[in-house]
């Protein structure tokens, strides 16, 4: 279980996210709300990548302000817009999430057959097109052992036939190793794809139960 | 508009807006570590020994080059961006105005060069040394009328699909760990800021080294001169700060302790200094000594690792960091005076711990800093 406990991020006198508590279960979650409320924002709060005061604690005592690295490797995530320097291959960036997510080989090797980035992956990211590079993003996403994975937008730019096998990575993840996901997304999920457990709105800066 | 203000307004503008730290950092190397007083008289020297050492003049040739490869670099990079390929409806035009708008683009984004290369050909005719003059006007024309060709080129035959400039990436040939991403981002985005930054910091070492300013040898003026030369790195600290933020965003979520993300950056700053390394090896014995050599290492990856920590206490402002960097530097100054580097080496590495694990993760980028 994730708790988030009196998570608040403000930029000056303006508050973008305040959610005084929530608890995300061994589920799937669909965050909606508009342009602007505030879902990417919480996104990279829990994955870390941004300040905050309150905390966000995993499996009951992991917290991220106390044993950021232990919690960092239970939590991934997948940005809407992926940005990495256009020098680097999709290889180097697996090799640094292999080698810091402790993850095997053989499962970046499945991914990689998976998502079918075999072809590009040795390329310098800045030959990709939007599309593989979301590939590559949610490829790293994936990787290692994580309890939570934050997908922001992850369908946009990816091409009809691979929607399928991320649908299918999803529920694998969630049914076989017992991930919970938190998923934002403007696109509407196939109702057969993954079992949607519930759907939350981000709406005046706190995430509220839509069902 | 006409089209050389669409070109000026589109590539010309935002090429010095996007490299505003670059013309800084070069405007304080030659004009901002000079007395006032002694400026012009500098600059003559520099230029008399331009003109009268083909050499020297090479060396200079390569780094006017340099910034020519740049600006080339930019302007293909922008043409092949989707939101600037509108720029290809130009290609309708007669070839003419089209040569002629690029020239125009090509002379504004080359003008920081143009000048101090006009004011060197002034000074060769002036003083008897027309053949250096000529080179210099030859030579800055050709690098002019090059880059214009193949803009040219470019527009009229546009390939979307070739990515021109990612075929001169430089790449290494190896699975890269973190430090070498830096390593990376500087052999191919910060090219000329590395060899002025390179250049300067060589010209001061070996000056120091070789006594040009005392006789008999002292390990202070030795450190010293390579203080100096590391204060010629704060801008490309602070260009690595700003890619950190830019494009290794994806990187704070990764599991590494505090420690282990402070001596990533240790390692980034030891390579950074490897010429510096083998300048001063080469130096040792005759030049350096023992009891000297062994603190420099510390020394240099402390100082620009300190530079680098106190540039996650926000904002990411260059003008506030210069005035941390030459803070540092005087006080840094008195304490090499005194020969008390093991204090030097600890407060340097005690200070940049303290505002990493301070700041690190509460830096967040806004708007506009980078």
């Excluded at chain 1, 924002?41 to 604690?57: R, S, Y």
């Excluded at chain 1, 817009?81 to 970046?108: M, N, R, V, W």
């Excluded at chain 2, 505003?20 to 405007?27: Q, R, S, T």
């Excluded at chain 2, 600006?71 to 130009?90: A, D, G, I, N, V």
Aim: positive net charge; aromatic residues 16%.
């Amino acid at each position: 279980m994730v708790q988030l406990q009196d998570l608040k991020k403000s930029y000056g006198s303006h508050v973008v996210v305040d959610v005084p508590a929530f608890n995300l279960e061994q589920k799937i979650y669909w965050l909606k709300g508009i342009n602007g409320s505030g879902k990417t924002t919480l996104m990279k709060l829990i994955a870390g990548l941004l300040p905050f005061e309150g905390d966000v604690i995993i499996d009951d005592s992991i917290s991220i302000k106390k044993n950021r690295s232990d919690y960092l490797r239970l939590v991934n995530y997948a940005e809407a817009e992926p940005l990495y320097p256009p020098f680097l291959s999709g290889k180097d960036l697996l090799q640094l999430y292999i080698k810091s997510k402790k993850a095997t080989p053989d499962q970046a090797q499945e991914l990689i057959a998976a998502l079918q980035v075999g072809s590009f992956i040795e390329n310098a990211t800045g030959t990709y097109s939007s599309g593989m590079l979301k590939k590559i993003s949610l490829l790293l996403a994936f990787i290692g052992q994580p309890k939570l994975i934050l997908l922001d937008e992850p369908l946009v730019t990816i091409d009809d036939k691979t929607v399928p096998v991320i649908n299918r990575i999803i529920r694998d993840y969630h049914e076989q190793k017992g991930v919970t996901f938190l998923l934002t997304s403007h696109q509407l999920f196939e109702s057969t794809a993954f079992p949607i457990t519930h759907q939350l709105e981000m709406k005046d800066q706190t995430i509220k139960i839509l069902s | 508009m006409t089209v050389t203000q669409l070109f000026n307004r589109v590539i010309g503008i935002p090429f010095y807006q996007r490299h505003a730290g670059l013309f800084l950092f070069i405007f304080i190397l030659m004009f901002g570590v000079i007395q006032g007083s002694q400026l012009i008289s500098y600059h003559l020297t520099l230029m008399y020994a331009m003109l009268g050492s083909w050499v020297f003049m090479l060396v200079v040739s390569g780094i006017w080059l340099l910034y020519g490869l740049k600006c080339f670099q930019f302007t293909l990079k922008t043409l092949s961006e989707p939101p600037q390929q509108f720029l290809y409806t130009t290609s309708g035009l007669p070839k003419k105005i089209q040569f002629h708008s690029l020239f125009i683009l090509q002379l504004f984004i080359y003008l920081p060069v143009l000048a101090y290369a006009f004011v060197v050909a002034c000074v060769g005719f002036y003083s008897g040394q027309p053949a250096a003059a000529l080179y210099v006007i030859a030579f800055n024309f050709a690098v002019c009328l090059f880059s214009t060709l193949l803009y040219k080129k470019k527009l009229n035959h546009p390939n979307p699909e070739q990515h021109f400039f990612l075929a001169t990436l430089f790449r290494f040939p190896f699975r890269k760990p973190f430090p070498l991403f830096f390593i990376s981002h500087l052999l191919n985005e910060m090219k000329v800021i590395f060899v002025v930054t390179k250049f300067f910091a060589a010209i001061i070492i070996i000056a120091f080294l070789n006594g040009f300013f005392i006789d008999t040898y002292d390990g202070r003026v030795v450190m010293l001169g390579f203080m100096a030369g590391l204060t010629a790195h704060c801008v490309l600290v602070f260009e690595f700060r700003k890619f950190e933020e830019s494009l290794l965003g994806f990187y704070r979520n990764l599991p590494f302790t505090t420690l282990k993300r402070w001596w990533n950056f240790a390692i980034i700053y030891f390579i950074v200094l490897l010429p510096e390394w083998i300048t001063f090896g080469s130096a040792f014995p005759d030049r350096l000594h023992m009891a000297d050599i062994w603190w420099l290492p510390f020394f240099g990856t402390g100082m620009l690792l300190l530079y680098h920590c106190l540039l996650y206490k926000p904002p990411l402002d260059m003008e506030r960091y210069l005035q941390w960097v030459f803070g540092i530097s005087a006080v840094l100054f008195f304490l090499i005076l005194y020969k008390v580097y093991l204090v030097i080496i600890i407060l340097l590495l005690l200070l940049s711990l303290f505002f990493f694990f301070r700041w690190y993760y509460l830096f967040e980028q806004t708007e506009g800093q980078l």
